[in-house]
């Protein structure tokens, strides 16, 4: 992927457990890890949010990969087997964070279902973690490489949407 490509649209799909990035001449496709609940907007669920949602703040900035984040700050830590062993319950945020806000009023936005409050990000996890599976707490968890690039393909305010359905569409056929 290359910065010289016109971006027209970003989207998740639950069912793949794929993010997709759609270029003018180009699609890149990476394998994510949802929310393990399945899918929901209230607070509290744990569940990954449908709809239209941009993104709101990117966080970490030139960290080096395995970068630790608590509350979006980072810990000084560098994730690594031996940290993970100290802490076996912590829900590990890596390397960089796109944080999303919702856009649809009453649905992602604002109220129990605000996607920005609930704290609902893209972030990287531990490369032994699976992608391809729903496993995630609700956050959308990418390889540690890929959100890298992600992040850098990526602006604030850049719109994504997370759809439950598949990529693939219904072919066109003749009559």
């Known amino acids: 992927m290359t ?3 016109l971006l ?96 649809e009023i009453g649905n992602n936005r604002l109220g129990s279902v605000d996607s920005m409050q609930r704290y609902i990000y893209i972030h990287g996890t531990p490369d032994s973690e699976p992608m391809g599976r729903a496993e995630s707490h609700g956050c959308v968890r990418m390889r540690n490489t890929d959100v890298i690039e992600l992040f850098d393909a990526l602006d604030v305010g850049t719109l994504i949407w997370i759809q439950k359905l598949p990529f693939a569409r219904i072919s066109c056929r003749s009559v």
């Open 3 to 5: 910065n010289d490509h």
């Open 8 to 103: 027209e649209k970003v989207e998740i799909s639950i069912q793949d457990q794929q993010l997709r990035l759609t270029f003018d001449d180009e699609i890149v496709n990476y394998s994510i890890s949802t929310s393990k609940l399945g899918i929901g907007q209230q607070k509290g669920s744990n569940q990954t949010p449908l709809g239209w949602h941009q993104i709101r703040a990117k966080i970490g900035a030139g960290a080096t990969e395995n970068t630790v984040f608590i509350g979006r700050r980072p810990t000084g830590e560098i994730y690594s087997p031996e940290l993970a062993a100290q802490f076996p319950q912590r829900d590990w945020i890596l390397t960089r964070i796109l944080w999303l806000s919702g856009c």
